[in-house]
């Protein structure tokens, strides 16, 4: 649980700098002086990464290091669209059943 937490911790905080245009696309992406900075191991840095290649901020390329992807702004919020329906679907799909059951208690909160 403990990793988890921490690589999201650094999944936030290298997606707020992208945001934020703190890294700019091109510019690299140092894992290990991101670990050091925030205090963390390498593990959660190295998953928070992976998570971010997946969604396309950042590309990491063999024996060149990983650097930000150009992100459009359409392309941002068609990828948090898509995670929202995603994440709606599974707890409708997770959380279903208990709520239909407890329908007319729910409505009358």
Known sequence: MAVASLSERVYRDIF????????????PVDRRS?????????APVAQAVAQLEMEGFLEVAPRRGTRVRAVRREDLRAQMLLRNALEC????????????ANEARLRKL
Not at 16 to 27: H, N, S, T, W
């Open 16 to 27: 707020r700098r992208i945001v934020a245009k703190g890294l700019l696309p091109g510019d």
């Open 34 to 42: 991101l670990a050091r900075d925030l205090g963390v191991s390498i």
């Open 89 to 100: 679907q599974a707890a409708r799909l997770y959380c279903g059943a208990p709520v239909r």
